[in-house]
């Protein structure tokens, strides 16, 4: 059982910038896609941005730009560095990883991934 612990959220202002880190006990470079998704409270989770195991990235329109994923396999790490913050990215963020998804991976959607963090609190105020 992989598990994954998220780690650099926190309150900033509106304009801000935070990086989200999700060290994970596995190997994350066997992971074919690995994620970040956000829920804000009295929504659905929300997938932020996916990153697959060729490297290819996919963002949710609402943070193009602004946010960037990556990882570093050396470090079994999953990163997350969102700028230009807006209220409306108040949330819980959760990294996520799935072994074996690959052609959906672009699709950000969470009922494919089964591997989840705790989760950390991001607070944007304006």
């Known amino acids: 059982q992989v598990h994954s612990v998220e780690s650099g959220g926190g309150s900033v202002q509106a304009g801000g910038s935070l990086r989200l880190s999700c060290a994970a006990s596995?190997?994350?470079?066997?992971?074919?896609?690995m994620g970040w998704f956000r829920q804000a409270p009295g929504k659905e989770r929300e997938g932020v941005a996916t990153i697959r195991v060729d490297g290819s990235t996919s963002y949710a329109d609402s943070v193009k730009g602004r946010f960037t994923i990556s990882k570093d396999n050396a470090k079994n790490t999953l990163y997350l560095q969102m700028n230009s913050l807006k209220p409306e990215d108040t949330g819980i963020y959760y990294c996520?990883?799935?072994?074996?998804?690959?052609?959906?991976?672009?699709?950000?959607?969470?009922?494919?991934?089964?591997?989840w963090g705790q989760g950390t609190q991001v607070t944007v105020s304006s």
């Open positions: 596995g190997d994350t470079h066997s992971w074919y896609c």
């Open positions: 996520a990883a799935a072994g074996s998804l690959f052609y959906l991976c672009p699709n950000r959607r969470a009922t494919d991934f089964g591997t």
